[in-house]
């Protein structure tokens, strides 16, 4: 069936550097998602993408749907970063749900 | 940025039993989901609604499931005898549009079926 394939599955960051987390599709999709849930368990939409890349702050995501993959990129992490960061992406066959990956767990360190 | 709210956080019942898993989406969204997350697992979509109907719907969403949303009010999911394997955390989520729209998610409800 379709996957999403995310790593790492975890992470672990000091304050101030930076990292890439990344998303392999095995079908071709529409457009990806990436979000962030916090320690509250709220799940925060970080970025949509249909093709390209986009930039927030200190996150930039890329998605190329030809090559079935998307980034994102942490830069300068801080502690409030910590989480666990999902993808998921609409099949071009049917792109009315998204499709998840496993998430990866990112820790923060001073 | 938009909020969808789920009501309850937690429930907690007994096999056979039925509930009613609520969300309040974003007021000016007109598509609703309900996922399943089975711990350790990836979730998993459920099914979509718009304008009072089942537009879509997944090989998850057993008989025993049901969505409505009556008058404007709570989109629901009842689930209609509980079975052990319903234990899950459900998310809400809506969108504006439906094919490849951005999707807005709830903090989800932990259902514990014992």
């Known amino acids: 069936g379709d996957q999403v394939e995310q790593s790492p599955s975890a992470l672990s960051l000091h304050e101030g550097t930076g990292s890439a987390l990344r998303c392999n599709f095995t079908t071709t999709m529409r457009a990806v998602q990436w979000f962030r849930k916090n320690s509250r368990g709220s799940l925060i939409n970080l970025f949509y993408l249909a093709s390209g890349t986009k930039e927030n702050g200190r996150l930039k995501s890329a998605f190329d749907s030809k090559e079935r993959y998307s980034t994102l990129h942490i830069r300068d992490a801080q502690l409030e970063d910590s989480g666990t960061y999902f993808c998921?992406?609409?099949?071009?066959?049917?792109?009315?749900?998204?499709?998840w990956g496993l998430g990866t767990s990112l820790v923060v360190n001073p | 940025g938009p909020k969808v709210l789920q009501i309850p956080s937690h429930q907690i019942i007994d096999m056979g039993q039925m509930v009613t898993l609520n969300c309040d989406p974003v007021?000016?969204?007109?598509?609703f989901y309900w996922y399943k997350q089975i711990l350790g697992q990836q979730m998993e979509f459920l099914v979509n609604f718009y304008n009072g109907k089942v537009m879509e719907k997944s090989k998850l969403f057993k008989d025993q499931f049901s969505v409505e949303r009556p008058d404007g009010s709570y989109f629901t999911l009842k689930i209609q005898p509980t079975a052990l394997e319903d234990s899950a955390v459900y998310f809400c989520?809506?969108?504006?549009?439906?094919?490849?729209?951005?999707?807005?998610f709830g903090p989800g409800t932990r259902l514990t079926v014992l």
């Open positions: 989520a809506s969108s504006w549009g439906r094919r490849s729209y951005e999707q807005y």
């Open positions: 998921a992406g609409f099949n071009v066959g049917d792109n009315s749900k998204l499709i």
């Open positions: 007021s000016n969204h007109l598509y």
